[in-house]
């Protein structure tokens, strides 16, 4: 990912200059590590300071790079591992990935993080490796669900124009964020410089080559990951989930609480949808290590 001027001037010209500057400096000083797995080449962070890990993963419409936000808030206290999920296409594949990568940093036990799409990743992970993991945040996702899966949406997904797939994914996304004249002042500039980041995001890597993994992963998440997972009744961890009553995957909190092991549950105010994690930054960010610290 790049930020030069004519990317400036496509994008983030009548945006926040101090939340372009976040990004920018981010880029320059973080760079995307390369592994090579069963013949995949597979990016990932690896960065950050302190005794706890924490893995997150990223992929499908966005590089590892669209994960700064949560590097740049936890890095000074935990090491991150961000990994990018586009080369797998079956969910055993992207497991056995992913301890490949942390075996290769010479990491043992983690804490998982899962927001939006990635928490498909994050409770996938977990329910082949909890005896690896001390705890596990999902923040706005989907539980499984075995009754809206039909193979045959992906077969008709592969025959869609790319042009309609990828205006439905802008407009699905606008409708993630709220109007700004229902945001505190404060919030107005970040919201805007993330729309802007996400059109960048998504014309740039937003493609059916990075798109289809994903989809292919998340079928397969609904047909093989239902709930209940009876294994995890003895797991001493710990599970928060992080939602709002007006978030589109609200919804799913019930089967989240019921099913997952030792869970807790932290809302955000309403009024705020999909975005309350990145418009309530730091609050966010401060529960998590809270959470983090005491397991």
Known sequence: MQINDEIIKK????????ELKRLHDFLKTHT?????????????????????????????HSGVE????????FENQYKMVVVNISPFNRLDDFSAGVNYILDEEGIGRVSVMGQSASGIFAQAYFKR??????????TNTLAPNKKKN??????LIRLFPFSVLKAIFKKKVRSWTPPEGKLPPEAVERIRFK?????????????????????NIAFEFNEKDEYPFEDFKDWKGKILIV?????????????LMKHLPNTELFKFPVGYKHMAPMLF???????????????
Not at 66 to 73: C, K, P, R
Not at 129 to 138: E, S
Not at 283 to 289: H, P, S, T, V, Y
């Open 11 to 18: 994008y983030y010209s009548y945006v926040s200059q101090t």
């Open 129 to 138: 490796n909890y005896d690896r993991m001390d705890a596990m945040v999902l």
């Open 243 to 255: 939602t709002s009553e007006d978030d589109v995957c609200y919804k799913y909190v019930d089967t």
């Open 281 to 295: 930054r730091d609050e966010f960010q401060n529960r998590i290590k809270d959470f983090f610290n005491k397991t």
């Open 150 to 155: 039909k193979m045959w949406g992906v077969f």
């Open 32 to 60: 995307i590590k390369q592994i090579n797995f069963n013949g995949k080449s597979i990016p990932y962070y690896s960065c950050g300071e302190g005794e706890k890990t924490i893995l997150t993963f990223s992929g499908g």
């Open 195 to 215: 729309r802007a980041f996400m059109r960048h995001i998504i014309d740039m890597q937003f493609s059916k080559k990075n798109i289809m993994p994903l989809i």
């Open 66 to 73: 669209v994960m700064y936000e949560s590097i740049l808030g």
